[in-house]
């Protein structure tokens, strides 16, 4: 059985190492959520065979569906118990630290409107409610919202980058014996998501 796109499970050594399961963590993430969002927003070369794939038009909410619950996984990795909304605001955050420096009310906006407009709008609707699409904002970031408006943009081509360039740093972090909360609490999450 495969455990990430270029792992089988019969290739592990029990008990896995710490690394092991960072590893096995950020090549499911990369390889079957956040590449694969990529690929269908914007194109590019599959892993593992090379093959050059073409964007799929119309696919936006399709990479929105893959792309957000990266963010809940991320808030998860705290070591906080929380519910569902304040790990995924959490996690939101995390991966978007500019976010910490707006304003509260316009921070409080955009992660109310990417929650309950974005996430529970695609998961228990399959829609987006109002003040909440897909767009290519001027400003080249990947979510962008208007406190005025109370309208949240997101770019379906740059989020799965943005969130691939977190994995990244994230993979790091947690691969330096230094970061000994961040690593704890993600061995805890490993441990209790996957089992031992």
């Not at 794939?53 to 893959?66: E, K, M, P, R, T």
């Not at 970031?141 to 691939?164: C, G």
Request: net charge negative; aromatic share 10%.
């Amino acid at each position: 059985m495969k455990i990430t796109w270029k792992d089988e499970d019969t290739d592990l050594v029990w008990p896995l190492t710490f690394e092991k399961k960072v590893g096995i963590f950020y090549h499911q993430a990369l390889g079957w959520q956040l590449h694969i969002a990529d690929l269908i927003s914007n194109g590019g070369e599959e892993f593992g065979s090379g093959r050059k794939v073409a964007s799929v038009d119309h696919s936006g909410f399709a990479v929105l569906q893959i792309c957000l619950s990266y963010l809940e996984t991320i808030g998860k990795h705290q070591g906080v118990k929380r519910r569902d909304g304040k790990n995924f605001r959490a996690g939101t955050l995390e991966v978007f630290p500019e976010l910490e420096k707006v304003p509260a009310s316009a921070q409080e906006g955009l992660l109310d409107a990417l929650y309950f407009g974005a996430r529970c709008g695609l998961y228990h609707n399959s829609r987006t409610s109002r003040g909440v699409g897909l767009g290519q904002p001027q400003n080249g970031e990947a979510i962008v919202y208007d406190d005025q408006t109370q309208t949240l943009v997101i770019n379906p081509h740059l989020l799965p980058r943005a969130l691939k360039g977190h994995l990244e740093l994230h993979w790091a972090k947690l691969l330096d014996p230094k970061n000994v909360l961040p690593r704890q609490h993600f061995a805890d999450w490993f441990d209790e998501s996957f089992g031992h």
